[in-house]
């Protein structure tokens, strides 16, 4: 039953992988630093990195990055095995089966199995890590052998099983940090409880014990001795620069095979025990405590579906004292473990915090399969008064049989709605979005490498940028030259150093570029596209053209850029309708449009719904109205170096998640929730990104005539972190940028998408 669940589970994964590297995680890195031998971020993860490796080295067909994805399908699957294993072990040890030890028939034990198994598999946050190169599917290996190989020390009282466990134990702490929680747990189960199998007369050691006990500890610290890795590694690189005394690195780039760079006792200490993120435990007041915890049990709810009540069931029936299963001490351990990684973890302050609750989902997994036994008992019971009451017409019989039937039946459609919906949810099928993305920058920076003769610096801020173009680089082998200034201390390194100063400094070593829109850089050094999706540019030497020195008016100048404004001087603002990101009004649903107005409907029924992709550059075109254009003098009658170009003002655009905003925004708001300098990290109760804007110059030519109709296309970029759904999309023209009276108005209606 354990190898067809998780046969069951590698076919649904299988199906379900993208041929290469993905979105989401860490993935190009972790992939980058894996298939060179590199190291990773902390805690350098140095047994995935070598089994990775290992793994695709040894698969001779398919590309790297599918390799990577599909080690962590088949370690998805594992998991999803030993997890219905457990359960049936503890349901109906093999040694006792005439003696089920919670009263569970063969049949019983089979469907528990079966159901604990397969919805963990189906479970979103627990079946999405099992399709992309990460390391959170090793992690949930790790936790049910844990478990697995403790019940069965538990069950044979064979002392393979207890070494077999201490080596394992130290080796999950290599695979996530995560499986410490398994410790407490275990030390119950496993050693408290059976306290008499170690020799001890009243807590006093025998020598035999003590001799056993020295064994463990050289096993753990065995398992765990896989961190050298790390500094034996890293010794062969050179070493990084330091700081100068304000903070600023010389040279600002960062190796990324040799994160830390841990040589030393003190940085293989600090990389292993991930001293870089402990500033982002416990961050947040306990008061949105309550709130997590409803998000998190509805999320749980809603993948398990009328399953959900059983875990409690389950929880409960884990502390019945039956001694093959383990009783209260099996009970203990499950509780134990699920409490400490949801009461810590829960305020850990990161953007992919569910990845971090995978001890607490194997445990429910048990739990519910336990409950699930429970559920299957009261049906038996039931269905055997029918047949110990036969009558004359054989109905007791016939419902004995529809009791049993439909049970497992709905076990069985519950599974199979469950897979339904998450196979299309999470599937990354024919994806390859972030490889073509970091293909199509690999490419403009050889052009840029080749045409300057000098190495080129691109800034690629965000992780979905930055891993999948180190799987350009290190993988693909794309690019090699290129320097990608980030270092282990990220965004604080911005902080002291701005990217404007930054650029200016290295703009004297090589070309610079840029992933991503920085306002204060595009000022200073305006960017110039590479590429033709819009997904890089340089900062370059062209000359900003002046600005308009005088303004009139053309009628009606009282109304123009009016703090109250009736209609606005936007006659239409939207993003370019393309066949390759229209789609029909049809695609949102009703609930998106409630509080659209007819004109509104109207547009969007003739012209269908623009929808964005994460880091697409769209072009957002805006219509002025007519016959107010401005008629532009200037005090200089010389043309520039740009055609005769005038700077007139800025084109600001927001965008607002449907729903998250109360009314408009307001015009003296100068920070949004979205920008890209103070993310809002995802949370349980709060996504990042649910308000952005972003400001471009208004460029028009010296020759533009009073009344003449003026379309501008300005490039706008769209966030990486930004969630899918319906935006608002508000529009606003400024003279100046610290304008805080001109108000927005709404021009279209956008749908985002990550795919």
């Not at 445990?363 to 004359?392: C, H, M, N, S, Y």
């Not at 920076?445 to 690629?460: I, N």
């Not at 623009?610 to 010389?638: N, V």
């Not at 003296?668 to 929730?673: A, L, N, R």
Request: hydrophobic share 45%.
């Amino acid at each position: 039953m354990a190898a067809l669940t998780g046969l069951g589970a590698l076919a649904l994964y299988a199906s379900a992988l993208s041929s290469t590297v993905t979105y989401g995680g860490d993935s190009g890195e972790l992939i980058a630093a894996s298939y060179r031998s590199g190291i990773a971020h902390p805690t350098g993860y140095p047994l995935y990195c070598l089994l990775g490796r290992l793994f695709a080295s040894l698969l001779p067909f398919g590309e790297i990055g599918w390799r990577y994805n599909l080690l962590s399908a088949l370690l998805g699957a594992l998991t999803v095995a030993l997890v219905a294993a457990f359960v049936h072990r503890v349901l109906a040890p093999p040694h006792t089966p005439s003696q089920s030890t919670l009263e569970a028939s063969p049949s019983i034990a089979n469907w528990s199995a079966l159901g604990a198994g397969a919805l963990l598999a189906g479970f979103y946050y627990f079946g999405s890590q099992a399709l992309i190169a990460e390391i959170y599917a090793l992690n949930g290996f790790f936790l049910a052998l844990l478990l697995y190989v403790a019940l069965r020390w538990h069950q044979d009282a064979d002392w393979r099983h207890a070494y077999s466990l201490a080596l394992l134990l130290g080796l999950s702490l290599t695979a996530h940090l995560s499986c410490a929680f398994l410790i407490p747990g275990l030390l119950l189960f496993a050693f408290i409880g059976h306290r008499d199998r170690f020799g001890f007369d009243h807590w006093k050691p025998s020598h035999e014990t003590a001799k056993r006990l020295a064994v463990l500890g050289a096993l753990f610290l065995a398992g765990f001795s896989i961190t050298l890795y790390l500094p034996l590694r890293s010794s062969v690189f050179p070493t990084p620069p330091a700081p100068d005394a304000s903070g600023v690195l010389p040279i600002f780039s960062w190796w990324p095979l040799d994160w830390g760079h841990p040589v030393d006792f003190a940085h293989w200490k600090a990389h292993i025990t991930a001293q870089q993120y402990k500033k982002l435990l416990f961050q947040q007041p306990l008061s949105t405590l309550p709130a997590k915890l409803f998000v998190l049990s509805g999320l749980v709810a809603l993948q398990l579906l009328w399953a959900t009540p059983l875990l409690l069931a389950g929880a409960v029936r884990a502390f019945q004292h039956r001694t093959h299963a383990g009783g209260r001490w099996l009970g203990a351990m499950l509780a134990l473990t699920w409490l400490l990684n949801i009461g810590i973890q829960i305020n850990y302050n990161v953007n992919d915090l569910p990845n971090f609750f995978f001890p607490a989902y194997v445990t429910q997994a048990i739990w519910l399969g336990l409950g699930l036994a429970w559920l299957l008992q009261k049906v038996e019971e039931r269905a055997t008064r029918f047949e110990e009451q036969p009558d004359k017409n054989g109905r007791s019989m016939v419902w004995a049989w529809r009791l049993r039937a439909l049970s497992r039946a709905t076990i069985a459609a519950t599974i199979l709605i469950q897979w339904g919906i998450f196979w299309p949810t999470a599937s990354l099928r024919g994806d390859t979005l972030a490889r073509d993305r970091a293909l199509e920058r690999a490419t403009a920076l050889e052009a840029l490498h080749q045409k300057s003769g000098r190495a080129p610096y691109a800034f690629l801020i965000s992780n979905d940028s930055l891993w999948t173009f180190w799987y350009a680089q290190y993988v693909l082998n794309r690019a090699r030259n290129t320097i990608t200034p980030w270092g282990a201390l990220g965004n604080e390194q911005f902080s002291i150093a701005p990217l404007d100063n930054m650029t200016a400094r290295l703009r004297a070593k090589g070309p610079v570029t840029f992933a991503h829109w920085d306002e204060a850089v595009d000022a200073r050094f305006p960017f110039e596209m590479l590429t033709r999706s819009g997904n890089l540019s340089l900062a370059s030497s062209r000359a900003l053209p002046p600005p308009a020195k005088q303004i009139t008016r053309f009628n009606e100048p009282s109304k123009y850029f009016a703090p109250v404004h009736r209609d606005g001087e936007i006659a239409r603002a939207r993003f370019r309708r393309t066949p390759l990101n229209q789609r029909g009004s049809e695609a949102m649903g009703d609930e998106d449009l409630t509080d659209l107005t007819s004109d509104e409907r109207s547009a969007l029924q003739r012209e269908g719904v623009a929808s964005l992709k994460r880091e697409d550059m769209a072009a957002f075109e805006i219509d002025f109205r007519r016959p107010r254009w401005l008629e532009l003098k200037t005090t200089q009658t010389s043309h520039d170096p740009q055609s005769g170009a005038i700077h007139i003002g800025w084109a600001e655009v927001l965008l607002a998640r449907r729903g998250k905003l109360d009314g408009p925004p307001q015009p003296d708001q100068s920070t949004m929730v979205g920008d890209p300098r103070s993310v809002a990290m995802l949370n349980a109760t709060e996504p990042p990104m649910w308000v952005w804007k972003q400001t471009r110059r208004l460029i028009v030519p010296q020759a533009a005539r009073a009344g003449a109709l003026l379309r501008a296309a300005v490039p706008l970029q769209i966030e990486a972190y930004a969630p899918s759904g319906v935006y608002d999309v508000w529009t606003r023209l400024v003279f100046s940028r610290d304008d805080r009276s001109t108000l927005w108005q709404r021009t279209d209606v956008v749908q985002l998408t990550h795919r």
